[in-house]
């Protein structure tokens, strides 16, 4: 039997070097610089890129939204290619048929807007309106203040371009981009779960492959909900605010909650402009403040109570966002993409929650977006 080796004994007073102690890792001193770099890079390209940026994302979230009833058909035996031809289809005669249908009414209402605003200016400060104190007190003013001799000559400018002009000089380039999103969301949706597949194949370890698979998948349920619900909600305001607006004896009221419908995508900024110019609506056409006032309240009540009971109730729980961070997600990408990128702006933060809670390093800006019931602090350990 071969002789065991005891490890050697230790001397008496012999004290073990203590094990190297790992060095912290030091972070380069221009880390922090390209970072901001790169970050005003990024802003400024999606701002340069926006003509093209706006439609290839509307494409992408119609993408994750489609592919759940992409993967329902497929089950019974109808393949990719037919389904994404079928829901483009559908998409495209809806947008077709709903600007052949509205595309006049839409224009005259555009149109009118810059009169409504004038006659209700008129109203406001003419006599016996509410401002005419104020408006006597600038032609005062100004007459205190202005001097005997000759002024400087004034020019009139005569803009011949107005807000509808503008709005119809705008559309072919806005059909343009809708016709880009559906095409390419025609291939998206036709080659299945070919960009799964692909995402999956670009990292290594079996984890992060389930992780990636998870998260897409997180992704469009989220999208999905959120979006299908929204829409299902805002249909259903537009025809209460057409209803109320029709009490209240507004023309053309179903136009009314049709702009109801489209401005409460926006969120925050198109449940006032709406009331604003339901408001001034009313004021023209009654004459009187206190009925606008009861339409402007009547229309922003409405958005109130969407906002705060029905929209909570069935979408709040599987949202979860900061309040602030929706809001300032908004501002940003209306500076950067104008009205698209209001609407498109809480779909764009939920996809950055759901990446961000997937990836660990990247754990707190996740649980930075998410609200207060979304955080569960956890117990101190007991000494």
């Given amino acids: 039997m071969a002789p065991r080796d005891d490890p050697p004994a230790r001397s008496a007073g012999v004290i073990d070097p203590a094990p190297p102690t790992e060095t912290p890792k030091t972070r380069h001193p221009l880390a922090i610089p390209v970072t901001g770099l790169f970050i005003l890079a990024l802003v400024q390209a999606l701002i340069v890129a926006s003509v093209f940026l706006i439609p290839v994302t509307s494409a992408i979230f119609g993408y994750f939204i489609l592919n759940a009833p992409r993967r329902l058909l497929e089950r019974v035996g109808i393949p990719a290619p037919v389904s994404a031809a079928l829901f483009t289809l559908l998409i495209g005669a809806g947008v077709f048929v709903g600007m052949m249908a509205l595309s006049e009414s839409i224009y005259e209402f555009v149109s009118d807007i810059p009169s409504l605003l004038r006659e209700a200016t008129a109203t406001l400060t003419g006599p016996g309106g509410l401002l005419e104190s104020m408006n006597e007190a600038r032609e005062v003013t100004e007459e205190a203040i202005g001097n005997d001799g000759p002024g400087p000559m004034q020019v009139e400018v005569v803009d011949n371009v107005g807000l509808a002009t ?170 950067i993409w104008s009205i698209m990128g209001m609407v498109v702006a809480v779909p764009a933060l939920i996809v950055i929650k759901v990446i961000c809670d997937a990836i660990p390093r990247l754990h707190k800006i996740g649980l930075f977006l998410g609200d207060a019931e979304g955080f569960v602090p956890q117990a101190k350990p007991r000494a």
């Fill in 166 to 335: 503008s709005v119809a000089a705008f559309a072919p380039g806005l059909l343009s981009q809708i016709v880009f999103a559906i095409c390419l969301m025609y291939f998206l949706v036709a080659s299945g779960d070919l960009f799964i597949q692909k995402a999956v194949q670009s990292v290594d370890r079996f984890q992060d492959k389930k992780t990636t698979v998870a998260t897409i998948r997180t992704i469009e349920a989220r999208l999905g909900n959120y979006l299908g619900a929204i829409t299902l909600i805002n249909i259903g305001l537009g025809l209460c605010i057409g209803v109320a607006m029709f009490w209240w004896g507004l023309p053309s009221p179903w136009l009314i909650g049709i702009m109801a419908t489209a401005l409460n995508f926006i969120p925050f900024v198109g449940a006032v402009v709406g009331a604003l110019i339901a408001g001034i609506i009313a004021f023209v056409t009654f004459g009187d403040p206190w009925p606008a006032i009861g339409v402007l309240l009547t229309y922003y009540g409405l958005t109130a109570f969407e906002g705060q009971f029905v929209t909570p109730t069935l979408v709040g729980q599987r949202l979860r966002l900061n309040v602030v961070m929706v809001f300032l997600s908004v501002a940003f990408f209306a500076w």
